[in-house]
């Protein structure tokens, strides 16, 4: 048994061209989703270049294979690290490139090293989400950096409000659109029969929580079906975004 991810990303039906990006590393233990800023020129270079740019960072920390990393905080660090990279790299080519100034992108990276129990540090900025579903539970493991969300955790409107509030994309943080960003990081133990799931709005704005661990559920099986069954909902949704998932969990290898 080993920990592997897949990942299926969709334009939708409604977007001309898909900005959202992902990496499936399962040799690194490393599993990546980003999604450009919609109406922003160069979502989609934003996107690809914090990915790229994320991948490597940590591929040059790690080696070429996941490994048995004691110290979190020095793992969670180089999420830290990596994410600045990215930051600052959709900066330059925005300099370089004045008709992508201004361009930017959510980020969710998680981060697995080996060893027992499995560890997964997380790091992300935006509105792209992490979720554990353990026990038939699913769990938030992010916070949407996102100006509803503010609203929501200073009481100023009700949970049932933000599913429809006009203001609901604007994001609070992104990558590449500051000097400097700050991601949120955590790092989590993990069980045997635990699902994380990454995914962008494209997948949350057209499915609540408890529709995605029903289909979860419902699907139980590879991470592959998952994915399909999640990106298929999405679109039965209505497919407003590009939606992209990123499954990971124990599979036989």
Request: glycine share 8%; proline share 4%.
């Amino acid at each position: 048994m080993a920990w592997r991810g897949t990942g299926l990303t969709d334009v939708g039906r409604v977007r001309p061209s898909n900005q959202d990006a992902l990496a499936v590393l399962n040799h690194l233990g490393l599993w990546i989703v980003a999604d450009g800023m919609g109406g922003h020129p160069g979502g989609d270079v934003a996107s690809r270049l914090a990915v790229e740019t994320i991948t490597a960072s940590i591929e040059a920390e790690t080696g070429t294979t996941a490994h048995d990393q004691t110290d979190r905080r020095e793992h969670e660090a180089a999420l830290r690290r990596a994410i600045a990279s990215a930051n600052r790299a959709i900066r330059q080519e925005g300099i370089a490139h004045p008709h992508l100034a201004g361009m930017g992108t959510t980020v969710v990276v998680l981060h697995m090293t080996a060893g027992s129990p499995a560890h997964a540090s997380l790091a992300h900025v935006g509105d792209s989400r992490a979720y554990l579903l353990r026990a038939r539970t699913l769990i938030p493991l992010t916070q949407d950096h996102s100006l509803v969300e503010e609203y929501l955790r200073r009481g100023l409107i009700a949970p049932r409000e933000a599913l429809t509030h006009p203001m609901r994309h604007i994001l609070t943080r992104a990558v590449g659109t500051n000097v400097q960003v700050e991601p949120d990081v955590s790092s989590h133990e993990l069980q045997p029969d635990d699902v994380i799931l990454l995914c962008t709005d494209g997948l949350t704005k057209m499915l609540d929580d408890g529709q995605i661990a029903d289909t979860i559920l419902r699907t139980d099986r590879s991470a592959e079906t998952i994915c399909q069954a999640l990106v298929n909902e999405a679109i039965r949704g209505g497919g407003d975004d590009n939606v992209t998932v990123v499954v990971v969990r124990q599979e036989c290898v």
